[in-house]
């Protein structure tokens, strides 16, 4: 091999996983025009291989670290967590999204492709050690899923959907290059490491740091649905496909916590003191919101995208902590919310019949008389969504509340608390409607084996984290070095 090819596959070395993904999404669009409309299945399973493949390059990579690209691109352990948490991400909204798309007659490989073209987005967000890559890897996430949000075309709710997102996340990207731009002229600099040396020396009096430092809040801000930038989710989440609802509730709410602790934590650093106000006083907003709102809701996807409010505000506790632990709880929790989410939306998915939209809590009336395998899964998720022991949610929260306390923020966990008791209400609401109600009609589930490999998987997950967290935190802890 000529030894220049040798120089350009080293330097590909870093970005390996990356590449991967973008080659499988770009050759299940090549794919797509040769298989038959009823074998689009298939591409569904050569896309679940790719990310399969993916994660196996970047567990090989897992010993290298450092800086790449003239530092635009990091290689450290807290890219690498948050990369196989988007591969778990990507992994269920496939496997959930196969029969999904049959159902609703919209089975095209450029669906697939989209997702994995988002995937590579949220990738390159953790791996980001430069504000311009943040972008690039934000953007390219966002536009595939505001294609995603509006794939049903027939659908007018659908296209609302898609307009929505697509109008208020361009304001949301003009909001942080206006702040990414205001960094840049104070510090000279788009790279993360030049920022926080040059704030390390600054005068943090200055209104221009302030006003950079608002700015990029509120836009991330809006990528994590966060209060008051959330007025998107819930329309948003009705509208769009029910395996697209899935997939943006886990994998864009992790990409985007990926970029706020690698920004806040790191770069803006020594901006901590006014962050931490700034973040405590959202995450109040943000949980009071979420789980006040949630509990008029009678749509079971509008109650979930509120519920994504409300635990977009419990991890914000986490980051309003600070700290080693902080840091940590707050990824170990956006993780478990991921998978239990996915697994709840996995059983609206079910319900999902052709020509009936199943997505009305009432449709759940006497789930468990009739389908109890079904409903003991609902019930589980419904539990960890509560944060009822022992399930994931539990110990995500117990670390998220603990790291609170630990800061001296005793107040807002037991906020936190408060609104978590809250939130049994409309949780318990469908257990009970489940189990409690007698069925209203019969009906077949909409089941695949695709979508039990997605559903086993989320409540064995969910279980497993519940009783031994210790795995998943650990991995957490060992992967904060980098930004502390």
């Given at each position: ?12 070395t ?6 991967v993904?973008?080659?499988v999404?770009?050759t ?6 040769f ?18 493949i ?31 948490s ?25 669906y ?18 430069d ?21 049903m ?14 109008l ?5 990207s003009?909001i ?7 960094l ?16 390390r ?8 740091v ?41 994998g ?35 949980m ?36 080693p ?6 990824m ?6 991921a ?6 939306f ?12 199943g ?11 009739t ?5 003991f ?21 117990f ?41 209203q ?5 909409a ?19 519940g ?18």
């Amino acid at each position: 091999m000529p030894s220049t090819l040798q120089e350009f596959f080293t330097l590909m070395t870093p970005i390996y996983p990356e590449v991967v993904v973008i080659t499988v999404a770009l050759t299940v669009l090549l794919l797509d025009l040769f298989v038959r409309k009823e074998q689009k299945s298939s591409l569904g399973w050569y896309s679940l291989a790719g990310v399969i493949i993916a994660a196996l390059a970047t567990f090989k990579l897992m010993g290298v670290t450092g800086s790449f690209f003239a530092g635009t691109f990091l290689l450290d352990r807290f890219s690498v967590y948050f990369k196989f948490s988007f591969y778990v991400a990507c992994s269920l909204g496939i496997l959930v999204s196969i029969n999904y798309l049959k159902i609703e007659d919209i089975h095209r490989g450029e669906y697939y492709a989209l997702m994995l073209f988002a995937t590579a987005g949220m990738m390159l967000m953790a791996s980001a050690g430069d504000l311009i890559t943040i972008y690039l890897g934000l953007e390219l996430m966002a536009m595939s899923i505001y294609v995603l949000a509006g794939f049903m075309r027939r659908d007018s709710r659908s296209n609302e959907a898609a307009i929505k997102y697509l109008l208020l996340g361009s304001f949301s990207s003009g909001i942080m290059l206006y702040g990414m731009s205001l960094l840049y002229g104070m510090s000279g600099t788009t790279n993360l490491a030049g920022i926080h040396a040059f704030l390390r020396g600054a005068d943090l009096a200055n209104p221009m740091v302030f006003l950079a430092m608002i700015m990029l809040i509120v836009s991330f801000g809006f990528k994590i649905a966060a209060a008051p930038f959330h007025m998107w989710v819930p329309d948003v989440y009705e509208g769009a496909p029910t395996s697209v609802t899935a997939f943006m509730s886990a994998g864009p709410k992790i990409a985007g916590f990926a970029v706020l602790l690698r920004v806040f934590s790191y770069a803006l650093q020594p901006l901590q003191h006014d962050v931490t106000t700034i973040i405590a006083g959202i995450a109040v907003l943000t949980m009071a919101v979420g789980n006040i709102i949630a509990l008029s809701q009678t749509n079971i996807k509008r109650m979930l995208a509120y519920s994504s409010i409300a635990h977009a505000g419990y991890a914000l506790v986490g980051i309003a902590a600070g700290g080693p632990e902080g840091v940590a709880s707050v990824m170990m929790y956006v993780f478990i919310y991921a998978v239990m989410n996915m697994g709840a939306f996995g059983i609206v998915i079910m319900l999902r019949r052709s020509g009936e939209r199943g997505e009305e809590i009432k449709d759940f009336a006497g789930l468990g008389k009739t389908n109890k395998m079904a409903a003991f899964f609902m019930l589980i998720f419904m539990f960890s969504l509560t944060g009822i022991p022992p399930t994931a949610g539990f110990m995500g929260k117990f670390y998220i509340f603990k790291a609170a306390i630990q800061a001296d923020m005793v107040w807002l966990a037991v906020v936190g608390v408060i609104f978590s008791a809250i939130s049994a209400y409309f949780y318990l609401r469908v257990i009970m409607v489940m189990y409690m109600s007698e069925p209203q009609a019969e009906f077949k589930l909409a089941t695949a084996p695709s979508l039990a490999i997605a559903l086993v998987f989320s409540l064995v997950t969910v279980i497993y984290i519940g009783v031994y967290p210790d795995n998943v935190l650990n991995f957490a802890r060992a992967s904060i070095a980098a930004i502390l």
